[in-house]
């Protein structure tokens, strides 16, 4: 339901900036089926795994902006016409794209490899936030496992956003190490609030550190 709303909301403003078929004619009813099968590419999008997601209703709605690169990065403001000097405000090293913020940034990076190394997991980083998800959820293993595991993208997401948004708007930056510890506090709370079964498994993991 909550899904179905966004996405309304989306082909919403689609019909405004008249994107219109060949012949002309525009149904909203068939711009909603193209945006919930497609994303960026054509591919099927994992936009179930994202509303079924365990995690509070503003994120599941920040985590499907972010899958469809809409998130309102430096990328997404010059796509849309603003005349701005785009950084990435993490590293300070390279323009800020949806891709590199979530995904490739050396200081996001250190927040997947903190989860991948607890979980003893081998990956390779894709290169859209869309094929991270897809590829995250297929490798949740079995079924008590998948409930925390498909949390950790939306998580690092999440996290990462508030420190960019802090450095940008606050300029207050936290230190690696804060952002990594507010991460894996914000992680265990969700799952705690979520009440899921196997919260055993997700002490032991947070115990680890
Ligand atoms: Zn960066």
Redesign the pocket.
């Known amino acids: 339901m909550l899904g179905q709303f966004c996405v309304y909301i989306y082909v919403i403003i689609e019909f405004q900036k008249k994107k219109h078929s060949r012949d002309g004619s525009l149904s909203v009813n068939k711009l909603y089926i193209k945006e919930v099968n497609e994303y960026p590419g054509g591919k099927p999008g994992p936009w179930k795994q994202i509303w079924r997601n365990k995690v509070p209703t503003k994120v599941k709605c920040f985590s499907w902006l972010v899958v469809r690169r809409a998130c309102s990065t430096h990328e997404k403001l010059k796509s849309r016409g603003f005349k701005i000097a785009s950084w990435?405000s993490?590293?300070n090293?390279?323009e800020?794209t949806n891709n590199?913020?979530f995904l490739h940034?050396?200081?996001t990076t250190q927040l997947w490899n903190l989860f991948l190394g607890l979980t003893h997991t081998e990956w390779i980083m894709p290169e859209h936030t869309a094929d991270l998800l897809s590829c995250w959820i297929s490798r949740g293993g079995r079924k008590s496992k998948k409930k925390w595991w498909s949390i950790i993208p939306s998580c690092i997401w999440w996290c990462i956003w508030k420190e960019r948004n802090s450095r940008c708007y606050d300029n207050k930056a936290n230190s690696i190490e804060k952002v990594k510890w507010n991460c894996l506090t914000t992680f265990y709370f969700w799952c705690k609030e979520e009440g899921i079964e196997d919260i055993a498994q997700i002490l032991d993991f947070i115990g680890t550190l």
């Open positions: 990435c993490l590293c090293e390279t800020e590199h913020l940034c050396k200081v």
